[in-house]
């Protein structure tokens, strides 16, 4: 009865083995087709994309995207010219904002949803960083 016990332990064991195996490679082929939608940088070895958790967040190159954002790119076949836009916003939005949250995903992005005009509140803060660098040199 125990020996039993365990070979059915052990038997499942190897099938969620395989089964993860299964999943990396999945991801790994997602990351593959989205660098290739979008011509970014592509690696060969799978553990080279993933930069916080497995099926989190990949790197291309200087890139950071998210898995949900790859699959759904490729899901809905999203707008190729739309994703650098969509990038280059959330990054100054992130820089405004921080992250707590209200940017837009990528799919809400192509769906039109509604933007911050960000441009003028960059160009404030570019101004206040600009006077407190001048400020620091009278200083010395």
Known sequence: ???????????????ALR?????RAAAVEVANLFAEKHEL??????????????????????YAFGMQTMI????????EEELMRWYDYTCDYMEVFGSSGGCPNFRA????CPRVDL????????ELEEMIAEAKEGLF
């Open 19 to 23: 089964a993860i195996e299964g999943l």
């Open 119 to 126: 441009g003028p509140i960059l160009e404030k803060e570019r």
């Open 109 to 112: 992005w192509c769906q039109g």
């Open 41 to 62: 940088p592509r690696y060969d070895d799978r553990d080279t994309y993933f930069v916080d958790e497995f099926c989190g967040t990949c790197m291309f190159g200087d």
């Open 1 to 15: 009865m125990v020996n039993d016990m365990v070979t059915d332990k052990e038997k499942k064991h190897e099938l």
């Open 72 to 79: 759904e790119d490729l899901t809905d076949d999203l707008p």
